[in-house]
């Protein structure tokens, strides 16, 4: 029988064989199957995983050392599987390819697709499907990603990267609901998050619009002004287009501007993080293009440590 398998990384690493969870034991193995299935259909060359797992102070015999983990991590994903690793865990030199079938599924490249089905959907015109898409992905989140994965500093790009692209997918969905006209409910989400992303303009301006449509005008001008000074104090940069727009609609009774997709971080902070995971955005996307969507299995079944 074929196995399905099912990798998570968007929260506790694990795997799902045919319905029964099986968590990787051992914090080197860990740290390889997190780098290889980041780097899903790509060769990870040796030397990377050693930064990966001793970053400037490497042992002697180094590279024997990274072969001994790989060969337990195909081991484990034998007896997991009950077949050959090798069509799944390859040696390529100058390292090693995890390559994943139509019968292998990551969260990881799954929320990445849903996240820009909903950006697509809500460029078309498409709120509520938009906001379906992104709501279905960020289920997928179970905390932290890679938690309790000590991540060294190749994992921590991806980290990042997995990070920003949650908060685009918050963005977007919110922006959805927005225009579905659930300004109301989203009242106390918005606060929270302007309070978690101070720089995010996006979010700010979503709590504005949110507040004038609530008929909240000195609220609304009270959140205007807690954007001006966080970025003039903290950036030395003042609100963009979108947020003035949005002021003078307050001030004037004037239509609002239409939606726009805003930037999720302001002026030198947006250069910042795009800088931080810039490195890993053309695995990530390379990766979900290789991928076919299927459902994700729950994770049933009894929890086994693989080794």
Request: net charge positive; with cysteine.
């Amino acid at each position: 029988m074929t196995s399905h398998i099912h990798f998570s990384v968007l929260g506790t690493l694990r795997m799902t064989v045919n319905g029964t969870v099986h968590v990787p034991r051992g914090p080197k193995v860990s740290k390889l199957l997190a780098l290889l299935l980041l780097r899903a259909g790509h060769v990870v060359e040796t030397g990377t995983l050693v930064d990966e797992l001793w970053a400037e102070r490497p042992p002697r015999g180094a590279v024997s050392t990274v072969r001994t983990h790989i060969y337990h991590l195909r081991r484990q994903l034998e007896e997991r599987l009950g077949a050959p690793a090798g069509p799944l865990l390859a040696t390529r030199p100058p390292g090693y390819l995890m390559q994943l079938g139509p019968d292998h599924q990551l969260d990881a490249t799954l929320f990445a697709r849903l996240t820009a089905e909903g950006r697509a959907l809500l460029a078309r015109g498409l709120p509520a499907e938009a906001a379906a898409a992104c709501r279905t992905g960020l289920r997928l989140w179970e905390g932290r990603a890679l938690t309790g994965v000590h991540a060294g500093q190749h994992l921590e790009v991806h980290l990042q990267r997995l990070d920003e692209l949650r908060i685009q997918a918050v963005g977007t969905r919110v922006e959805a609901e927005m225009r579905l006209g659930m300004h109301a409910e989203l009242m106390p989400e918005l606060r929270s998050l302007v309070a978690a992303y101070p720089y995010h303009e996006r979010f700010h301006a979503c709590l504005i619009e949110a507040l004038r449509l609530s008929g909240r005008r000195r609220e609304a001008l009270d959140a205007y002004d807690d954007l001006r000074r966080v970025l003039t104090d903290e950036l030395g940069l003042g609100p963009s287009a979108h947020p003035h727009a949005l002021l003078r609609s307050i001030l004037t009774d004037a239509p609002p501007p239409e939606p726009s997709r805003m930037p999720a971080l302001a002026g030198a902070a947006a250069a910042t993080a795009t800088a931080a995971f810039a490195n890993a955005s053309a695995a990530v996307a390379a990766a979900t293009a290789a991928q076919t969507p299927m459902p994700m299995p729950p994770p049933t079944g009894s929890t086994v440590p693989v080794m």
